[in-house]
T-cell receptor
């Protein structure tokens, strides 16, 4: 059974047209993450939520926003996608029970591949 | 020095052989270490956590060398299904930082 679900799996948008990617989890984990991964590159953390606390990485562009309305769901909003935003977007969760947000195993969703035309 | 460095490979290894690769990290305060496996166009999946005492899971052995600031992954009796990219992940809690390496590509040859 899928534990971290991402929708849609493939998303095509036009340059400058806002897009929202969705992630849900059945693990009841405290922490949810959004990563951007471009071809042959490492996943790059954009931000994470520790419960309701939002933590933005210093180098994440303002164009990227996130919402977590409840424990199960987290959204990534790209306000004005550029060609450089085409990538795989990975959502991940971790229990957050140990000290520090990043000391636990992360469980990844299958990703959403974003194409910008 | 990059925060987390891996040899990108590819490592082309015959089936049944043993292969090992390392990952170096720059922050001596790093506290958590992981190896993730990522298949082509798929999501990363945890292979194993890396503990100070080292750990072994079947054909896979991970080691941590704090003095030299690297972790290693050893795969024995390699299988075709081991072909993947292996990502090194390092985190430290002081400022809640996590860094993924770019990965090492492994091709097991029949």
């Amino acid at each position: 059974d899928a534990m971290v679900i991402q929708n849609p799996r493939y998303q095509v948008t036009q340059f400058g047209k806002p897009v929202t990617l969705s992630c849900s989890q059945t693990l009841n984990h405290n922490v949810m993450y959004w990563y951007q991964q471009k071809s042959s590159q490492a996943p790059k953390l954009l931000f994470h939520y520790y419960d309701k606390d939002f933590n933005n990485e210093a180098d994440t562009p303002d164009n990227f926003q996130s919402r977590r309305p409840n424990t199960s769901f987290c959204f990534l909003d790209i306000r004005s996608p550029g060609l450089g935003d085409a990538a795989m977007y990975l959502c991940a969760t971790s229990s957050g029970k140990r000290a520090g947000a990043f000391t636990d195993t992360q469980y990844f969703g299958p990703g959403t591949r974003l194409t910008v035309l | 020095r990059k925060e987390v460095e891996q040899d990108p490979g590819p490592f082309n290894v015959p089936e049944g052989a043993t292969v090992a690769f390392n990952c170096t990290y720059s922050n001596s305060a790093s506290q958590s270490f992981f190896w993730y496996r990522q298949d082509c166009r798929k999501e990363p999946k945890l292979l194993m956590s890396v503990y100070s005492s080292g750990n072994e899971d079947g054909r896979f052995t991970a080691q941590l060398n704090r003095a030299s600031q690297y972790i290693s992954l050893l795969i024995r009796d390699s299988k075709l299904s081991d072909s993947a990219t292996y990502l090194c992940v390092v985190s430290w809690g002081a400022d809640d930082k996590i860094i993924f390496g770019k990965g090492t590509r492994l091709h097991i040859l029949p």
